[in-house]
């Protein structure tokens, strides 16, 4: 049997980060640059039910069995089993690797679930269908950070600029002209999960101002997304700017953000904010033809150990 093989892509949130998981709306493009690979390869000498999985990112090189029930892999795949409804499956190996930086905000646990999902059901003669693979990869979301709001398994599994609000279906929208831009990471590595519990904190103190601060991000989410559509570049810029002071204002940036975005923005970005959970992370940087390498440059200078860029466009 030849191998499996399957990909998904990291992502960047645009807008509404956090304000999502309190049912407002958020943008979220793909990062195809940045890929999670799954590769499933029969082995027919080893114990049939034997399953492998080595993922060097986290440091994992071992049989199935050795882990625990609630490890995520564990779970990914006993939920693609009775999915299926077989108990019985014949030995392989599981190899993950990525290129998407681990606890970054760039999606690396909703990519791995993705991939995995598609390669493990097709592995199995049942490849799943694109609804099934983001309903069993939200499940696995749940575990990673206990109230997520869908948009890191949604933008991942369909693969395309999204404008997500929980339980409403799902927007795509053009992207009128071509914009870049910049991904660069702080280095500090940060886990959706803490920052997603430190909001949920902060909202139970303070509801009311919590509130008022999603309302207005999910006014910007609608006026970046307007912008998106008629190619108001500069609009795009100063709401990305204006998210950012939002997300200041409810704990979730960081003395590291803070540099990166002053960076960016001196050396010429049109708007700049984190992007993901933040705390750490990666900080975006909207720029143009002329800025972007200034910025690229003056971002490695102020500390990003690592700065990617991102074209964004509509795909036809
Ligand atoms: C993480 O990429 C985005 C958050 O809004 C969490 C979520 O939506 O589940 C911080």
Redesign the pocket.
Known sequence: MPAITSTAPG?I?LF??????YHRP?IAVPVQSLRTRVVITADPLATPGTIHIEAPAINLNSDILDLVPEDHLVLTITNIMKEIGITYIPACNIRISSTIPVAA?L?SGAAASVALIRAFSTFLGKPFPDDLVNKLAFEI?KIH?G??????NTVITYNMPVYFQYGQPLQKFQIKLPFTILIADTGVPSK?AI??RKVRQGWEQSPEKFENIFDEIAEITNQGKHAIEIGNILALGKLMDQNQILLQAIGVSSAEIGILIDAAKQAGAIGAKLS???GGGNIIALVDEESAKNVGKALLEAGAKHVYQNQLRTSH
């Open positions: 992502k949130i509404g980060e956090h304000a999502v998981v958020a905000g999606g979301e950070h109230t997520p709001s869908g948009i890191d959706t920052t997603v993901g959970g933040g």
